[in-house]
């Protein structure tokens, strides 16, 4: 069964420093979503992308985070400068279509990030 | 702003027994989806069962099925003839019709005692 593929599980960053976490979405999906779970916190809507353009974004994704489908395959989050306050578990999903037109988004198992 | 309430942090249940997750939702909106999604340990988040405020009537799915109260904000999972392979984290999600991003709770833990 095809699967949102995440990389890596776990990574660790200095604070300042410059983080791209990897997804690969399912291949015939078209939209795709980051969602972050600071631990001990609820999971929380990042952005949502398509056609290489940002859909719809919630407060958190401030000029701090940017996402880009670099290929036809991934689709990466890019965290600049890094706090401490950006450790978390990191969620990218996948969609056929618009989750907002009701379709079932996919998601993957998860990257953690911790900074240090 | 909307939000999601699971009230149970962690909740045990014995095989082959019912159990019910509970879920409370604040919003302003007419035109929105509830949703529960599993997340078995070290494993992607699945959704197991959605419903859309519109309908009045209960979604199932096989063992699976909600209590949805509209005017209370209410949104349960009851699971029956629990299976270990039902242990894992489960969140309760909102949405409102016509975006994209999912507004969850904070989860409830499920044991499944053999």
């Known amino acids: 069964e095809p699967e949102v593929t995440q990389t890596p599980s776990h990574q660790v960053t200095q604070m300042g420093q410059e983080v791209i976490l990897r997804c690969v979405p399912i291949s015939n999906h078209l939209y795709f979503y980051w969602y972050r779970q600071i631990l001990g916190q609820k999971v929380e809507f990042l952005v949502s992308?398509?056609?290489?353009?940002?859909?719809?974004k919630s407060e958190i994704f401030d000029d701090q985070f940017s996402v880009e489908r670099p290929d036809g395959s991934n689709f990466t989050l890019k965290i600049r400068s890094t706090k401490l306050e950006d450790s978390a578990m990191y969620f990218c999903a996948s969609s056929e279509l618009r989750t907002a037109m009701n379709t079932e988004a996919f998601f993957g198992q998860g990257t953690r990030l911790t900074v240090v | 702003a909307q939000t999601v309430t699971q009230s149970q942090p962690e909740m045990s249940v014995q095989e082959a027994e019912t159990v019910t997750l509970s879920c409370t939702y604040d919003?302003?909106?007419?035109?929105?989806?509830l949703f529960w999604y599993k997340q078995p340990p070290s494993r992607q988040m699945i959704l197991v069962i959605r419903?859309?405020?519109?309908?009045?009537q209960n979604a199932t799915e096989n063992r699976f099925s909600v209590n949805f109260q509209k005017a209370a904000k209410s949104f349960s999972l009851k699971i029956s003839d629990s299976q270990l392979g039902d242990a894992a984290m489960y969140f309760c999600?909102?949405?409102?019709?016509?975006?994209?991003?999912?507004?969850f709770g904070k989860g409830t833990h499920l044991i499944i005692q053999p």
């Open positions: 999600a909102y949405r409102v019709g016509g975006a994209d991003g999912l507004t």
């Open positions: 992308f398509y056609n290489n353009e940002i859909s719809e």
């Open positions: 419903q859309e405020a519109y309908k009045q």
């Open positions: 919003t302003s909106e007419s035109d929105y989806y």
